[in-house]
Every structure is written in structure tokens, then in C-alpha cells.
């Protein structure tokens, strides 16, 4: 008799097979019992596709998309075909700890309600050095981060604690939550889809933590080097302005909706005419593209709003208490002018 899966690995790979292979490499490594593991290739060059195929045919299972349709949807492609009672998704430039998913499922098996988990993101050139460790939303809609990226890992995050959500480039789900809150958002193509999913999950009943034991390795740019500049600023401040406020009209309920999305927009604004004075027009321009596609898919995002407000099972006087850490206005200022962050949608 066939074991049963507890958890299906979901990797999304776009031209980055080199980076993919020592991701799958670590994963084989660590040697996880009753795992599968599925990557999705988002339309890579055929070269860098067929380098994965000679490497792993016969040991994973391969899907592949015609086109780059973005992060969101590749992930849901693997899901549809993943049979895990838990899912794990990683980015490709990532490396695990060896214990990396046996701690993860041995929390989800002690807690029902335990909806996603976000891993220990260590940075991979340097393992002593803090990649990611969770978020929180802030007053204004922008999100904020526990710890910043670089930070020494002198022990001060090794707590369980709850989070917003979870970051895919080290995150579990149970996969009842995941088909439950409706997986991630096609829409987003890419930048806080994330956000969007472990908001619905906790709206649907289930909570999210930052697991310190479950430890994820995780190489930073390499976006920038797969994408090129030009295009990855452009996910950056397209999406990333699109993405914040779509997931601001779907999730908040209608008293916070109306206090806080307001003045979301005004900051995006704001930050466009800030990049605008820096004589950087393509930038200013994207995020008022990404303001705009809001405003032309309104009825469609009300919908989904619809969907989601009526099912929530938490208001937001229940949940704010968890999800939400204010901020001083600097601590966003400095984020949204800082030359090194500046339009990064992840950044805030």
C-alpha cells in the first residue's frame, strides 16, 4: 500500500534552473518522509527548463505553464495536482535546514486551527543573518516587519508567536485552510499574494505563526538578476501598489475600509510624486497604473469583497489585536524614500 502524502514541496521556477536545482538538492537531502515535491516551471527559456527535466524527471514531478502568468497562479497550478495534507511552498533561490518540515508538521498535527506557518528565513550567503521572520499590518495599510532584513539572528525572534501572514519563499499551509480561504489571488500576479491568502485564512477561522524551528535559507536579488532591473522595479511598483490596496478592499471590514484605505492611497500618491520629483517618471507612472487598475476592476474586486466579508468568521475589533502593530509615521517614511527600499512592495 502506497504511503500516504503529509506534504507536497510547490517551488515555482522562472528561468533560475540553477538556483532551482540547489533547491531541490536540499530539499532530497533533508530526506522528508511522506513528501512529494512539485515544480512549477513558469515559462522558462527551454534550456533552462530542459536543465531541470535532465536533473529531476524521474524524481519530482514537473509542470510546466507556456508563459510567465506569475508566482500566484504557477502555485495553484501546483496545487491542483499536489495530494499533501500540508503544503510547503519555497521560492527557487532557497535551501533548507534538514528539520525544516519535520517541526512544521509536528505543530500543524498538535493544533487543528493552525492554519499557515512561516519559516525562519535566514539569509543564505550569511547564516547568521536575518532574511525574514514575519509581518504584521500597520495602522495605514502598509505592512511591517518584525525584523529587518540583514539584522544579526542573535535569538531575539526564536519565540513562537502569531503573525498576518507568511512570506512563499519558506511557508506551510494546511491544505483545508488553503481550499477554504480560495488559495491565492490569480489577480496579484506577484507581491503580497501572500498577505492576501493568510488574511483570508484567518478570516476563515485559522491562525497564523512564525515557526523558529523550521529554518529556510534564502539568497537575496536574485530577482533582479533573473528579471533585470527594469523589469522587476516594475513588478515592484505596478503590482505592488495594485496589490496593496486590492488586498486593503477585500479584507477590511467596512469601519476600518473607510479609515484606513483613504489614506493607503493618499501614501501611494504621495510616494509617486516623491519618485516623480527624483526625475523617475516610469516609476511615478507605474504607481498610478497600479492605483488606476483598481479603480477600472472595482466591480469585480467587490465581488470578491462580497464573498469574503460574508463567510469571515473574526471581526476586525477580534483580530486587529493580533494582526495589526502601529508604527510611527518615520518608520514608513524612512521605508518609502530610503533609496535601497523606495517602490519595493515587500519593502514596507
Known amino acids: 500500500m502506497k504511503n500516504k502524502i503529509r506534504l507536497s514541496v510547490i517551488i515555482v521556477n522562472h528561468n533560475g534552473a540553477k538556483y532551482a536545482i540547489r533547491c531541490v538538492d536540499s530539499i532530497l537531502k533533508a530526506k522528508p518522509q511522506d513528501t512529494e515535491i512539485i515544480l512549477v516551471d513558469n515559462g522558462s527559456k527551454k534550456s533552462d527548463l530542459m536543465m531541470i527535466k535532465k536533473r529531476f524527471s524521474k524524481i519530482i514531478q514537473i509542470v510546466t505553464l507556456k508563459m510567465n502568468y506569475g508566482p500566484a497562479y504557477a502555485r495553484n497550478q501546483g496545487v491542483k495536482v499536489s495530494s499533501g495534507e500540508y503544503l510547503g511552498f519555497l521560492d527557487n533561490d532557497t535551501e533548507v535546514h534538514q528539520k525544516w518540515a519535520i517541526t512544521a508538521i509536528r505543530e500543524f498535527d498538535e493544533d487543528n486551527f493552525l492554519g499557515i506557518i512561516q519559516c525562519k528565513l535566514l539569509l543564505l550567503s550569511d547564516h547568521k543573518k536575518i532574511d525574514y521572520v514575519g509581518e504584521y499590518l500597520g495602522q495605514n495599510g502598509f505592512l511591517v516587519q518584525r525584523a529587518k532584513s540583514g539584522e544579526s539572528d542573535t535569538g531575539k525572534y526564536d519565540q513562537k508567536v502569531e503573525l498576518l501572514a507568511a512570506k512563499s519563499a519558506g511557508m506551510f499551509i494546511r491544505r483545508r485552510a488553503f481550499l477554504e480561504a480560495g488559495g491565492f489571488d490569480n489577480d496579484y500576479f506577484i507581491y503580497v499574494e501572500e498577505t492576501d491568502l493568510g488574511w483570508r485564512s484567518w478570516l476563515k477561522g485559522y491562525r497564523t505563526i512564525f515557526l523558529p524551528t523550521s529554518i529556510v535559507y534564502h539568497e537575496f536579488g536574485t ?5 533585470g532591473k527594469k523589469q522587476n522595479t516594475y513588478n515592484a511598483k505596478f503590482h505592488g501598489s495594485k496589490n496593496y490596496i486590492l488586498t486593503l478592499l477585500k479584507n477590511l471590514g467596512s469601519k476600518s475600509l473607510f479609515s484606513i ?88
Open 223 to 227: 530577482s533582479t538578476i533573473i528579471l
Open 261 to 348: 484605505l483613504p489614506i493607503h492611497v493618499v501614501l501611494w500618491i504621495g510616494l509617486s510624486f516623491f519618485v516623480l520629483f527624483r526625475r523617475d517618471y516610469k516609476s511615478a507612472a507605474w504607481i498610478l497604473k497600479g492605483i488606476g487598475w483598481n479603480l477600472l476592476h472595482l466591480g469585480e474586486t467587490l465581488q470578491k469583497r462580497r464573498l469574503i466579508q460574508q463567510s469571515r468568521t473574526k471581526s476586525d475589533v477580534e483580530l486587529f489585536p493580533i494582526i495589526l502593530k502601529k508604527k510611527p509615521f518615520s518608520y514608513f517614511l524612512y521605508k518609502a524614500t530610503n533609496k535601497h527600499t523606495v517602490g519595493n512592495a515587500e519593502s514596507f
